[in-house]
C-alpha cells in the first residue's frame, strides 16, 4: 500500500528512490505504465524507482469495443483490462485525485475506504507526474438533459443502455395505449461522431435483429433518430465516407438530421431545433467531450480549451518532471508541418504518445536525451453494425464489408494483453456460428431490490432498472 510522504516547503527534496505518480488508468496511464514496467524493468526489481498508478477503476475500458458489448456481440468483461492483472510490477490505487500542488510534488487524492470511513483526503508525494485523467462528456444546459439523458463512455452506460433497449421493447410489446408504444420504441441519439454513430449503428441492428422474437413489433415500429449540430458526421473518415454513411443509415429508416440541435427533452419529449417533437424515453448524449475538471485544480499550465499545454517531447510546458499525453494534453502535431498544429484527441494517438512518454520518462531518469513525438495519422475506421462498416486508411476508401472486417482487425490487434485479444476473438467466431442473445439483464442495476422487498422493505422504484 502507498504511503503518503508530505513533504514541508515549495522545494522537495529528492528522493532516493523515484516515485513515477501515473494519475488515470484510461489508454495513457495504462500503457506509460507499461513501457516503464519494460523499460525500467532492473529498477522496478531493485526499488531503485517505484511506479503508482491511481485510477477511479480498476481496468482500463477499451472503449472502441463498447457498441459491440451494447449490441451484445463482446462480453462486458471482455471489453475492459484488469489494471492489476497487466501492471504486475506497479503499485495500483483505486481512486481519485482531487488535486495537485506540481510545485511541492505533492496529489491529494481519496480511495474507497477513506469515504467510507469519512475520513479526510490524503497527500502523496512523487517526483514524476503522469497527468492522464481523459475526458469527460461535454454536456449543454439543455432542459431535462440531467435527468433522462444517457451517456456512452463507459461499459457500465453500454450495457446499461442495451438492457435499457430491449426493456423498451419489452414495454412497447406488452402495452395497449399507443402514447406509451410510440415512445418506447423512439430513440434519439445526440451526436454523430464515433460513439454516436457507432452506439446507434450497432443498436439498431441489434433491436432489428430482436423484433423477430416480439409477435406485435416489426422493424418498421422503431424509429431511430441521428441529430448533429454540424453538416456532417464521422468527419474522421473523410467527407465522401460520411455521405456514403448518412445514405446507409437513412436507407436502414434511420432519421438522419445534420446542422440540428437538441433544445430540450424534459417532460420526455425531444424538441430539435428544426421545430421536431418526438416523444421518448430514450435519449443518449454523445455530444463531444471536454478536459477532465483535475485538470483545473492543478498548477500546471492550460491552454484556452482546458488542456495541458506540452511540448513535442510530452512534458507539459514550463513545468520540469511533470508529463501528460491523450485527451488532457494539447500535443504539437510535428508530422502536420503546420505551425500551431495539434494531435487529434483520439486512441491512435494517445496509445503511440503514451508509448513513447514512457520511453522518455525512462530518458530522463538515465540523463539521455528526450524523443520528439511525431506520428502522421493513419486514418480511420467505423462499423456500422454487424458485417457493415466504413474506412478511410492511408488515403484509401473502403466501405461495407471490406471496412468492418477491417474495423475489427485493426482493433483485435491494439487491445492490450494477448488474452483479451483471444477472448475477443473467440466470441467473434461464436456469435458467427450461433445466434445473437437478446436478453436484458437490467435487474443487475439493483440486485438487491428483490431481497429488500422479501424483507419488508420498500421495493425499488424501478427494480427491473429500465429508465
Known amino acids: 500500500m502507498v504511503t503518503a510522504e508530505i513533504n514541508q516547503g515549495t522545494t522537495p527534496e529528492p528522493r532516493k528512490n523515484a516515485r513515477i505518480l501515473i494519475v488515470g488508468g484510461g489508454y495513457v496511464g495504462l500503457y506509460t505504465a507499461l513501457q516503464l514496467q519494460r523499460k525500467l524493468k532492473p529498477k522496478l526489481r531493485r526499488g531503485e524507482v517505484e511506479v503508482v498508478v491511481v485510477s477511479p477503476d480498476p481496468y482500463m475500458t477499451y472503449q472502441p469495443f463498447l457498441p459491440e458489448a451494447a449490441a451484445g456481440l463482446i462480453s462486458p468483461r471482455h471489453v475492459v483490462v484488469p489494471l492489476r492483472r497487466v501492471l504486475d510490477r506497479c503499485t495500483v490505487v483505486v481512486g481519485e485525485v482531487l488535486s495537485i500542488d506540481h510545485a511541492a510534488r505533492t496529489a491529494v487524492f481519496t480511495t474507497p475506504a477513506t469515504e467510507e470511513k469519512g475520513?479526510?483526503?490524503?497527500?502523496?508525494?512523487?517526483?514524476?507526474?503522469?497527468?492522464?485523467?481523459?475526458?469527460?462528456?461535454?454536456?449543454?444546459?439543455?432542459?431535462?438533459?440531467?435527468?433522462?439523458?444517457?451517456?456512452?463512455?463507459?461499459?457500465?452506460?453500454?450495457?446499461?443502455?442495451?438492457?435499457?433497449?430491449?426493456?423498451?421493447?419489452?414495454?412497447?410489446?406488452?402495452?395497449?395505449?399507443?402514447?406509451?408504444?410510440?415512445?418506447?420504441?423512439?430513440?434519439?441519439?445526440?451526436?454523430?461522431?464515433?460513439?454516436?454513430?457507432?452506439?446507434?449503428?450497432?443498436?439498431?441492428?441489434?433491436?432489428?435483429?430482436?423484433t423477430r422474437y416480439y409477435?406485435?413489433?416489426?422493424?418498421?415500429?422503431?424509429?431511430?433518430?441521428?441529430?448533429?449540430?454540424?453538416?456532417?458526421?464521422?468527419?474522421?473518415v473523410g467527407e465522401e465516407m460520411g455521405r456514403y454513411t448518412v445514405t446507409q443509415l437513412r436507407r436502414r429508416n434511420i432519421d438522419v438530421r445534420l446542422e440540428t440541435r437538441l433544445e430540450s427533452c424534459a417532460d420526455r419529449v425531444a424538441v430539435l431545433s428544426d421545430g421536431a417533437r418526438f416523444p421518448t424515453r430514450t435519449v443518449v448524449w454523445t455530444a463531444g467531450v471536454k478536459p477532465h475538471p483535475l485538470l483545473a485544480a492543478t498548477d500546471l499550465p492550460r491552454d484556452e480549451r482546458g488542456r495541458l499545454k506540452c511540448t513535442a517531447r510530452l512534458t507539459v510546458d514550463g513545468a520540469p518532471h511533470a508529463w501528460a499525453a491523450g485527451d488532457a494534453a494539447a500535443v504539437p502535431d510535428v508530422a502536420a508541418g503546420k505551425p500551431g498544429a495539434q494531435t487529434a484527441p483520439n486512441a491512435q494517438h494517445a496509445v503511440r504518445q503514451a508509448k513513447l512518454l514512457g520511453d522518455n520518462i525512462a530518458h530522463a531518469l538515465r540523463g539521455e536525451e528526450l524523443e520528439t513525438y511525431s506520428h502522421r495519422y493513419a486514418g480511420s475506421v467505423a462499423s456500422l453494425g454487424l458485417h457493415k462498416g466504413v474506412a478511410h486508411v492511408y488515403g484509401r476508401r473502403l466501405k461495407g464489408y471490406p471496412a468492418w472486417f477491417m474495423h475489427r482487425a485493426y482493433h483485435l490487434s491494439r487491445v492490450p494483453t494477448f488474452n483479451r485479444k483471444a477472448r475477443v476473438l473467440a466470441e467473434w467466431t461464436l456469435s458467427g456460428l450461433f445466434k445473437r442473445e437478446i436478453v436484458s439483464l437490467g435487474s443487475l442495476e439493483h440486485p438487491r431490490a428483490e431481497f429488500e422487498l422479501a424483507a419488508g422493505g420498500k421495493p425499488a422504484r424501478d427494480p427491473k432498472g429500465s429508465s
Open 119 to 210: 475520513a479526510s483526503a490524503e497527500e502523496l508525494t512523487y517526483d514524476e507526474l503522469v497527468l492522464a485523467p481523459g475526458s469527460v462528456s461535454r454536456t449543454l444546459p439543455v432542459p431535462g438533459l440531467a435527468d433522462h439523458g444517457i451517456g456512452f463512455k463507459t461499459v457500465e452506460e453500454a450495457i446499461g443502455l442495451r438492457n435499457h433497449v430491449i426493456e423498451q421493447m419489452d414495454i412497447a410489446s406488452s402495452t395497449r395505449d399507443p402514447a406509451v408504444r410510440d415512445a418506447a420504441l423512439t430513440f434519439v441519439f445526440v451526436g454523430g461522431g464515433y460513439a454516436g454513430t457507432e452506439a446507434l449503428a450497432e443498436l439498431e441492428d441489434m433491436a432489428r435483429y430482436a
Open 215 to 236: 409477435h406485435n413489433i416489426g422493424p418498421e415500429d422503431m424509429k431511430w433518430i441521428l441529430v448533429e449540430a454540424s453538416p456532417r458526421i464521422l468527419p474522421e
